[in-house]
Nanobody, 116 residues
Framework: QVQLVESGGGLVQPGGSLRLSCAAS????????MSWYRQAPGKERELVATITDFGGNTNYADSVKGRFTISRDNAKNTVYLQMNSLKPEDTAVYYC?????????WGQGTQVTVST
């Protein structure tokens, strides 16, 4: 059974940091490109960051470049999103997604709230 389980979300003050994790099971994790998406209330889901199967390439949305870092540990079947210098506009539910050709899987999401 395929599972993607996100964790690490929470409430943080502006300028703070959080590290999200997404633990995968039920598929060959190392073969999949992994992405983080987010969805704020009333807005469409947007792509935040992507990392290729063995981590050789990463891409980021312009809004998070220089502040967020995506990484993965294929031995642990886990992808991470290190978020620094957080802003109120980063508030959203964050989802991880696994992609391999026509297959894709989503996690259930974790809430990140940036507020004083």
């Amino acid at each position: 059974q395929v599972q993607l389980v996100e964790s690490g979300g929470g409430l943080v003050q502006p300028g703070g940091s959080l590290r999200l994790s997404c633990a995968a099971s039920g598929f060959t994790f190392s073969s999949y490109t992994m992405s983080w998406y987010r969805q704020a209330p009333g807005k469409e889901r947007e792509l935040v960051a992507t990392i290729t199967d063995f981590g050789g390439n990463t891409n980021y949305a312009d809004s998070v470049k220089g502040r967020f870092t995506i990484s993965r540990d294929n031995a642990k079947n886990t992808v991470y999103l290190q978020m620094n210098s957080l802003k109120p506009e980063d508030t959203a539910v964050y989802y991880c997604k696994a992609i391999y050709i026509w297959r894709n899987y989503w996690g259930q999401g974790t809430q990140v709230t940036v507020s004083t």
